[in-house]
């Protein structure tokens, strides 16, 4: 235990000797995220000054008399676009992305037409790679399905038909998200960004501890110390293990200030990630710190040199990194099995965190078994391994 | 006091490879019958051509490699014994396979307490000074965080390291990391000392500090040290060993002090003496 102690204080130290090496793991674990966050803010806080300007860009508003009446009715205001010129630089600026509210084309024939109840036909341009215009459209389609009703209601009330008929039933919408449930859509990102703090890392450490000591020629008199590989290699893997869930630890601070500058107001009274989320992120990192550097250093130790060692981590960086794409990919649900995949089940716990669910030991406890599995497999394995490695 | 007792070892390798065909296995028989007896306060040598078997044989002894037959004792404590308690030798376990690694048993560990080895690979931790990068081993030797600094001091002295001591080992030069990683081999002050080629790559003032070191070491003031050194320079055997064992093609095929070498070989020369015991063939031809 004394030996492992010593080992691990060791590996520390010089790990965190290597400023350079840190510095390059922290600027992308601690920027990174909150940077991202800031965007996306960003971006809803211009859906939300959008949504609040309440404006209809029209062409061809002289057109439609009736329409633009309803429009304003709606306390909606009516920027208008006239010539042919105005409309296709607006078209264009549709497509690539400038503008951000869909184009409302009235025909010359409107009022003509729907006097003769011959149904005009009223276009609303938009660009489905556009996102900002694109969200737009539903609002002056509902607003466009308003008028359809209000007119037919009129023609109907004035033959004497009851309104009632062309409602057969009524709609009333009621979301059962909580506020939080509605901000995390937004902050799902965040364990992503965790779990990555965590691979970064343990990463480095991983290696040089494993490889880099066989490369650098210092494993061999290591080994020629009384010391049992048993001792070695837990020392190593908790220094390991210890810088990963440091990383986190930062990773998941950076998140606090980053939320104070976050643009949009409502969106920030949604956003809640205080201490105690900072704590349970944490807490629920230990099982993939652990058995994520225990896998790297396994992978590590049969490989001759730090090079190779980066080589053959790709794989486990590239699974752990899209563990969370597959809550994205497959929005329907969470799977019991989500909870059994190292990585999946971290991103899955601290999705629900941050939905303001209470965990329960069922969803946390498969996440700890197999991570501990993980780790006391691995580490069986490098103990084993590293006389091998050193009588090649 | 280390004995090795007619060792062998052989591995598998593969030779010949192409792109899409596996070579064939072969056998190489690294060493086949080495037997040196290394007494304390004596330097022995270890005088081999590249090749010979000298560093295999030293890394059995460091129990890095398990013989495939042999017996190796040190300080009547058998390397890969079940036991560790001292005095009471244990016969080795059986053999275990081509290249097979597996725990070390209580014996190897309580050898490797007894002795300092210098293998041929020697690398420092380059982001700690030379002090810590002793300091590290003593304490996994056991000792006090204290007491391995007081020793690394110490051994700074012997060494004439003191000026690079508290320097990170990035920067150093050849015979500063050979020194340093020598002072990390005797942190326990071991009573042997296993020191693989020593002097490669070191220019004329290092090779003459270490050769002082050693025979200081060897002397009652430094503690009667058992040393065994391999090495394939024939003027360091002559300068400084008390015995030499000859290794040529996995065997020792002679040992004795140099005068006696000569004697044998009934030569002027110890170069001559040693391709004439060596290669006996070669001359013949």
Known sequence: MTQAWIVFTKELADALRDRRTLLRILIPALLMGPLLLMALSGLIASFEERAEKREVVVYGADNGPTLVNYLQRQTYTINSIKGDVLREGYEKGLREGKMAAPLLVIPADFEAKLLAGEAPVVEVMSDSANQRAQASVGAVKGLLYGFNQERASLNLAMRGVSIELLKPIDIEERDLASVQARAARLSSIIPMFIIMAVLYGALTAALDSTAGERERGSLEPLLMNPAPHGAIVVGKWGAVALLGMAVALLSSLSFVPAQWLLRSDSLQAMFQFGMPEVLAFWLLQIPLAAGLSAMLMALAIRSKTFKEAQAGSTLIVTAISLAPMVTLLNPGGEAAWYLWVPGLAQNTLMLAVLKGETLRWGQVLPGVVVGFALTAVALFYVARSMRAAVAR | MIDIQDVHKQFTTRTGAGLFKRGRKSVVHAVQGVSVTAANGRITGLLGANGAGKTTTLRMLAGLLAPDSGHIAVDGIVVGSRESAMGRPEPAQPPRGVGGATRRTGGTLAALARMGILGDAHGLYPRLSAREN????????????????????????????????????????????????????????????????????????????????????????????????????????????????IVSHGRSVAHGNVPALLELAGEQRFEDAFVKLAFPEEIAA
């Open chain 2, 134 to 245: 002793i300091a590290y081993f003593g304490r996994l030797q056991g000792m006090e965080l204290d007491a391995a600094n007081a020793r690394a001091e110490e051994l700074a002295r012997l060494l004439e390291m003191q000026s690079i001591l508290d320097r990170r080992a990035e920067g150093f030069s050849q015979g500063e990391r050979m020194k340093t990683a020598l002072a990390r081999a005797l942190v326990h002050d071991p009573a042997n000392i296993v020191l693989d080629e020593p002097t490669n790559g070191l220019d004329v003032l290092a090779t003459r500090a270490l050769r002082e070191a050693l025979r200081w070491l060897r002397s009652p003031e430094g503690g009667s040290k058992c040393i065994v050194f391999s090495t394939h320079i024939m003027q360091e055997v002559e300068q400084l060993c008390d015995e030499v064992v």
